[in-house]
């Protein structure tokens, strides 16, 4: 069977919009496309040192990645998994899913007017598949072995295996120009030394100005030559974008409420229900208001597995007892958040009630490496709703630590030997000891030494990456469709390699048996089959103490800006915000435009 070339894919099905569709369906292609938004941190980076966003080093500009370097494809935020033409118009996935062919339109144009040419895609992901580049770039793209151009406008992607997912990663690489690194005397900057040289990008924005590491300014490119694309239209639509960032969280709120920046996308329901008040909300300048949201993140505080004391799974078990929901969400959460109780959080790839004959055709043959709880229906978390009572839990918990040998004596839990068990949780949020501080009183009942340390950001970050931890609350993002991901948060491989996302340090062959299965589904029925059999092994081996997830963004805004009638399935607030909110016009203006 010969290989069809399509302006679109979906990893699965057929993709929702056909080939003449003229937007998305959540973008509103008639907003106004001028104005400014002034924006605040759109991460917890409190300033910037780095325009390239592509390195370990550094702090990268905010939104950098997004605003100024466009993808060889569009992925749609109303599917699991399809992408339609953007540098790329056309796509020709050869008959053994063993590569993919790109077309690049004729029309795509970089920041200094060149065109892009399949060398310069080639240049692109060459550069973010080597050691110059953060390693997250690294796995994201290691499913694609290499890159061929084979004329101006085609270049080649092979994957080191046929993976249904690997065309839609290779539609992800965002593409720059090889004259970024350029200097005027011939010679090349290294691109892990380009740090702060404005990027030769293929997004729709431009730097205008830089006043310092705490703001920046982007300028809407008007020569942008993908604006009328199906894919941009309706996105993109302020003229300006400026980022101011702030030390902390009081500072940012307080600056949003006095009315110098637009939009302020809340994370903490403490704020939302007691903060959210003030003059200017009373005359109408500012708003606030709940937008639904679909697939949680996987949040939940995790153990080191590859500390002796967390390697048998009856502790770790033991210790989610501690952990008292109810009481937060009631006491410090005004009741808006929901409890996790699946690694796919409300998504279809989420485990639910009793395996089905699929799911058991998975698991059974490891039946005698897993818990029993594996093959029941799927359990939720701890609770301590009547008739459950935290003091319950605990006893269930001391009863846990016993069966694994650990004992009070002389006043604390101790194993065989004598050995106390004492746990330092770090952490570098601020107002996680709210959350942090009621679970170590918790284990402290239970005989525990438990300590808090709170780490600024960059030391933080570099002990997870050598895995220097005993416990931590940590986030993995929600993707879509799961896939390759899988291997890099959980796979045995990645235990051991220092800056994975396998903080757990799961080593599971079982783990890995049912992660392959994820990958080699050829249909969405067989990736729902295996994500909910690798779902119930991993909240069987306890490996995350599941917290919490909120159904909905907390979003406040300047009651001058609009937003499409339709809301995207899933998205992050603030990448919606900045890509399809607008300003809407005046009273002034519109009476003008009436009267012509």
Sequence with gaps: MPAQSKPSIAQYDEPKYPAEFTHFDYANPDAPSN????FQNYNEAQSYDSLNPFLVRGSPAPDIQHLMFDTLMQRSWDELASEYPLIADDVEVAPDGLSATFHIDPRA??????????????YSFDTLSSSAVSPLFNSQFALIKSATVIDASR???DFRHADRAAPLIAGDIPVFSPKWA?????????????TNVPPIASGPYLIEQRKNDKQIVYRRNPAYWAADLPSRRGMYRFER??????LDHYTQLESFKAGDTDVQVEYSSTQWARKYIGKNFDNGLLTRQLFSNHGAQMQGMMFNTRKPMFRDARVRKALSYAFDYDWMNRMMFYGQYRRLNSYFQDSPFAASGLPSEQELALLEPYRAQLPASVFAAMPKQPDTLPPHTLRDNLRQARDLLAEAGWHVRDGQLRDASGTPMSIEIIDDQPGMDRVILPFMRNLQTLGIDA???????????KRLDNFEFDMTTFIYPTVTIPGVELEHRFGTASA????????PGVR??????????????????????ATHALDRVLIAGCYQIPEYYSPASRIAYRTSLGFPDLVPYTYQAEDWVISYWYRKPSAASVASANAH
């Design 35 to 38: 104005g400014s938004l002034n």
């Design 109 to 122: 144009r970089f920041s200094n007017g060149d065109a892009v040419t399949a060398a310069d895609v080639k």
């Design 155 to 157: 270049v080649r992607f």
């Design 182 to 194: 350029a200097q005027a005397d011939g010679k090349r900057i290294a691109f892990d030394q380009l």
């Design 241 to 246: 974008i400026t980022f101011k960032l702030y």
């Design 451 to 461: 300590r808090l340390r709170e780490i600024d950001s960059a030391l933080y970050q």
């Design 496 to 503: 051991s390699q220092s800056g994975s996302e396998n903080y």
């Design 508 to 529: 599971s062959p079982v783990v890995d048996a049912l992660i392959r299965a994820v990958l080699r589904a050829k249909s969405l029925e067989e990736l729902q089959t």
